[in-house]
């Protein structure tokens, strides 16, 4: 499975916008970009995710560069229930897809 | 309102002890999984089942043990084996088919007496 980096941690204000970005240079074809995040003291939760083209849902928009070596979540207006441990992952398209999480990214959201 | 329920929320085990620690989920999934979380860490895989009466290791099956006799339950066995068992164990399901996001419970903490 291919590889992402992304930084340990990251700060932001409360109703700003927050960019998470993710590198994932040796990303194959058929690999799937996904985002989960983690809460404190709870399970991963589905975020979003895509293969090429720009995505947007209730909870975030993810920005894929046009050669899909890095990616972006994007959080248009943080709110301190966004403080969060989020997680870029990568899935080969024509699998079941068992998850393999690195350490993420730890978002503090500052009032 | 459709879920996973992973119970205990907290539990304890003396040394030697083998512990069973519940999934239950009512989304109708065909797939579900177990996980392991050490502080500070990401999630690994233990084991994961695809259809009922059918499972498959992860990568870090030794010590633990699964069955799948209903499609809604999925219990991981923590036996005398697994020699640091202390850990945050995390159980999701999923349709099955690729690209379909995992659905999470949240989680049982077990810790060692």
């Known amino acids: 499975d291919a590889k992402t980096t992304q930084p340990n941690s990251m700060e932001s204000n409360e109703e700003e916008p927050v960019h998470l970005p993710c590198n994932h240079s040796?990303?194959?074809?058929?690999?799937?970009i996904h985002w989960y995040r983690q809460l404190p003291s709870q399970g991963p939760e589905y975020v979003i995710h895509g293969l090429t083209s720009n995505v947007n849902n209730r909870m975030a928009s993810l920005a894929i560069a046009e050669d899909r070596k890095s990616s972006t979540l994007i959080l248009h207006r943080a709110t301190l229930r966004d403080a969060a441990v989020y997680y870029c992952i990568l899935i080969y398209g024509g699998s079941q897809g068992n998850l393999i999480f690195g350490k993420g990214t730890k978002l503090s959201v500052k009032p | 309102d459709g879920g996973i329920t992973q119970s205990p929320k907290y539990l304890f085990r003396k040394e030697g002890q083998n512990v069973t620690l519940s999934c239950e989920q009512n989304?109708?999934?065909?797939?579900m999984y177990w996980y392991r979380q050490d502080p500070g860490q990401g999630l690994r895989l233990i084991y994961y089942?695809?259809?009922?009466?059918?499972?498959q290791k992860g990568d870090i099956a030794e010590g633990y043990s699964v069955s799948r006799e209903k499609k809604e339950s999925f219990p991981l066995t923590v036996t005398s084996a697994q020699k640091n068992p202390t850990a945050f164990y995390l159980c999701?399901?999923?349709?099955?088919?690729?690209?379909?996001?995992?659905?999470f419970g949240d989680g049982t903490r077990l810790s060692i007496l």
């Open positions: 989304l109708n999934h065909d797939a």
């Open positions: 089942s695809q259809i009922v009466n059918d499972f």
């Open positions: 999701a399901s999923s349709t099955g088919i690729p690209n379909q996001p995992q659905h």
């Open positions: 040796t990303i194959s074809g058929t690999d799937y």
